[in-house]
């Protein structure tokens, strides 16, 4: 079955650092586009960071620009966020997502809580 194990959320303080990890199975991770979504405490699905199937492509929201970097490992079928410099903003539950264009596979999410 397909699978997106999430992993790496907790408690930081701000200007903090974590790294998520997201391990995929069950599909041919190297076809999939993968993206990283947050939903804040009673806040809607923010999009945050995408990266294409051969890793050459990511993309950022303003909101974490500079901050964060996504990355793949096609050979461990894992994407990773490296979240630096964290604001309290940065509060919420950090999903990962995997798409062809045709379906789209969601991760279970990892809270990540940044406070002093």
């Known amino acids: 079955e397909v699978q997106l194990v999430e992993s790496g959320g907790g408690l930081v303080q701000p200007g903090g650092s974590l790294r998520l990890s997201c391990a995929a199975s069950?599909?041919?991770?190297?076809?999939?586009?993968m993206i990283w979504v947050r939903q804040a405490p009673g806040k809607g699905l923010e999009w945050v960071s995408s990266?294409?199937?051969?890793?050459?492509?990511?993309y950022y929201a303003d909101s974490v620009k500079g901050r964060f970097t996504i990355s793949r490992d096609n050979a461990k079928n894992t994407v990773y966020l490296q979240m630096n410099s964290l604001k309290p903003e940065d509060t919420g539950v950090y999903y990962c997502?995997?798409?062809?264009?045709?379906?789209?596979?969601w991760g279970q999410g990892t809270r990540v809580t940044v406070s002093s």
């Open positions: 997502n995997a798409t062809s264009g045709k379906y789209v596979y």
């Open positions: 990266i294409n199937s051969g890793g050459g492509s990511t």
């Open positions: 069950g599909f041919t991770f190297s076809s999939y586009a």
